[in-house]
């Protein structure tokens, strides 16, 4: 009985996998602004480690235009890998208050990548 609890005991241990994260913050923190909204993004896994990208693309509708993104914070997970390094990519020109598209890259093979984005802002009315 005891070998076959250590056997599985190994097995389990065998198949586990270490998962880390990146993280990346664009804009600032404001008084009076509210969570508008948390995307969340998950790449199946995969048998063989590959490169992975999760694209975070976010809008404020056109109609709000007294709505605006004051800053966004986004995690990311990855299996496989002890230490993980990861790459944002975003056009030249972020248009931040309005919206933002940010592609974050693992810098070497996973087997599965996920992660959230919050999105907060503010109302502004202008008087």
């Known amino acids: 009985m005891m070998k076959i609890l250590l ?5 389990a241990a065998g198949v586990s996998f270490v998962a880390a994260a990146c993280q990346l913050g664009l804009g600032r923190s404001e008084n009076g602004e509210t969570l ?3 995307l969340h993004i998950s790449r199946e896994p995969v048998q063989q480690p590959m490169n992975m990208s999760l694209l975070f693309d976010y809008m ?4 709000d235009v007294y709505l605006q993104i004051t ?7 990855s299996v ?5 390094r990861c790459e944002a990519s975003w056009p ?3 248009a931040l208050p309005q919206g933002f598209h ?3 890259s693992s810098l070497q093979p996973v087997l ?7 999105v907060y802002g503010i109302r502004r009315v202008t008087g």
């Open 102 to 104: 940010v592609t974050i």
């Open 112 to 118: 599965q990548m996920s992660g959230t984005a919050e």
């Open 60 to 63: 404020v509708s056109p109609v």
């Open 36 to 38: 508008l909204h948390t």
């Open 71 to 77: 800053r966004v914070q986004i995690n990311t997970t």
């Open 80 to 84: 496989g890998v002890d230490d993980p």
């Open 7 to 11: 056997r599985i005991f190994l097995v």
């Open 92 to 94: 030249f020109t972020p």
